[in-house]
C-alpha cells in the first residue's frame, strides 16, 4: 500500500505541472478530472473517485438533483487519489473518497482518518463488503477474470492452467500490480493462500511470455486490439462495457477461484460537508444507486439489486477466500517479489 501511495505523490507531482491535474481516462479508475463543480458554499460535497467514468457521472447528476446539493469531483486512479489525498494532508479537502481497492480503505481506517456512519441501507448490503463499525462500505464490486479476444480464441479460458499452452506463448499480459489495486489484491490473495504454488504458477506465465500491460485499461485494450489473446486478473465490468460496444472482446472466471474486489466508499474525519456526506453515502448505497451499479456491469454490493444480464451474480463466481486485514500488511513484500520476478 505505501507503494501505492509514492507512486501517487509522484503521479500527482507531474499531472499538476504538465495539465492542471487534467488526465486521459485510465479506465479502472477512470479519468483525472480536478474541481468539476456546479457550485460551492455548503451545500455541496467534494468528492475524490476512481471510475468508471460514467457511473461517476450518473451517480454525481442524480445525487445532486435528489439531494439539491452540487458536487465538486476529483477523478483519477487510486494511486493518484491517494497521492492527492497524502499531498493535502494537511489542508484537507475531500468530503468522501471512493477507490477501486479496499486496502487503502483498511489504511485509513487504523490511521483514524474515517468518520464512521451507519448507511440506512446497511442492512441490505453484504456483510463482507462493509466495516462493522460503518468505517466504510464497499458498495459496488469488480471480480477479476481472464479477459481475451474472441476473433483469435475460439475456445475460452476456462482457468489459468489454460493460459501455459503453447497457443499463448507471447500473447499474454497481466495488469501491472503496482499500477492496478486489484491485480495487486488477486496476486496477494494467491500468495496469502498458495504460498510457493502461487509463485510457481506466475513464474509459469512467464515463461510463456507474460508480460506487464499497465493498468487495467491498456491492458484491456491490447486484448481488443489483439496485441494479446488474453489478459489474466483484469476487471470484469470493462469487458462487459466493451463487448456491448461490439468489441470482440469476453471473459471468463477461473474454475479455481478468482478475487472479487469491494470498491469501498467513504467519509474522512476531516470532512467539511459531514452532513452532505451522510447523504451522499445514504445514496450510492440506496436501491436507485445501487440499481445503477449494476446498469454499469458492476456487482452491487445489494445482491438483490443484480438485474443486468449480461453480467454474473458475486453468488455464481468461485471465490477465492481472503482475509483483507492480512493481505493489506503483506501487499507490499508481495509487489516487491513479484516485480523483481518478472525484471528477472
Not at 494479446?228 to 461490439?246: F, H, R, S, T
Request: include cysteine.
Amino acid at each position: 500500500m505505501k507503494r501505492l501511495v509514492q507512486l501517487g505523490v509522484v503521479l500527482m507531482a507531474l499531472v499538476m505541472v504538465l495539465a492542471g491535474c487534467q488526465n486521459k481516462p485510465e479506465g479502472d479508475d477512470a479519468k483525472s478530472s480536478d474541481g468539476k463543480s456546479s457550485g460551492g458554499g455548503k451545500d455541496k460535497l467534494v468528492l475524490y473517485t476512481a471510475g468508471p467514468d460514467d457511473l461517476v457521472k450518473d451517480m454525481v447528476k442524480e445525487y445532486e438533483k435528489d439531494s439539491g446539493k452540487k458536487v465538486e469531483v476529483f477523478q483519477g486512479t487510486t494511486g493518484e487519489i491517494l497521492g492527492r489525498l497524502e499531498a493535502e494532508k494537511d489542508n484537507p479537502k475531500a468530503d468522501v473518497v471512493q477507490l477501486a481497492s479496499l486496502p487503502a480503505a483498511l489504511d485509513y481506517k487504523k490511521k483514524g482518518l474515517i468518520a464512521p456512519y451507519k448507511v440506512k441501507n446497511a442492512d441490505k448490503l453484504y456483510k463482507d463488503w462493509q466495516d462493522k463499525d460503518g468505517y466504510w462500505y464497499g458498495f459496488s464490486g469488480s471480480a477479476l477474470g481472464i479477459s481475451y479476444n474472441t476473433d483469435k480464441v475460439k475456445q475460452a479460458p476456462k482457468d489459468v492452467k489454460d493460459l501455459l499452452k503453447k497457443d499463448y506463448k507471447d500473447a499474454l499480459a497481466i495488469p501491472n500490480p503496482s499500477e492496478s489495486g486489484t491485480a495487486l489484491d488477486l496476486l496477494s490473495i494467491k500468495v496469502h493462500n498458495q504460498g510457493q504454488k502461487a509463485w510457481d504458477e506466475y513464474q509459469a506465465l512467464k515463461d510463456n511470455g507474460m508480460k506487464l500491460a499497465g493498468a487495467n485499461k491498456p491492458a484491456l485494450e491490447t486484448v481488443i486490439k489483439g496485441e494479446n489473446k488474453a489478459v489474466y486478473g483484469g476487471v470484469d465490468y470493462m469487458v462487459y462495457k466493451a463487448k456491448k460496444k461490439g468489441e470482440p472482446v469476453d471473459i471468463s472466471y477461473p474454475e479455481s477461484g478468482t478475487s472479487i474486489s469491494p470498491r469501498p466508499a467513504f467519509i474522512l474525519k476531516s470532512a467539511k460537508h459531514k452532513d452532505a456526506a451522510k447523504d451522499y453515502m445514504n445514496y450510492v448505497t440506496s436501491d436507485k444507486g445501487q440499481k445503477q451499479v449494476d446498469e454499469h456491469y458492476l456487482i452491487p454490493a445489494d445482491k438483490s439489486a443484480h438485474k443486468n444480464k449480461m453480467t454474473k451474480a458475486r453468488e455464481d463466481i468461485k471465490e477465492l477466500k481472503y482475509d483483507w486485514p492480512s493481505l493489506s500488511s503483506e501487499s507490499e513484500k508481495v509487489l516487491k517479489r513479484f516485480m523483481d520476478m518478472m525484471k528477472s
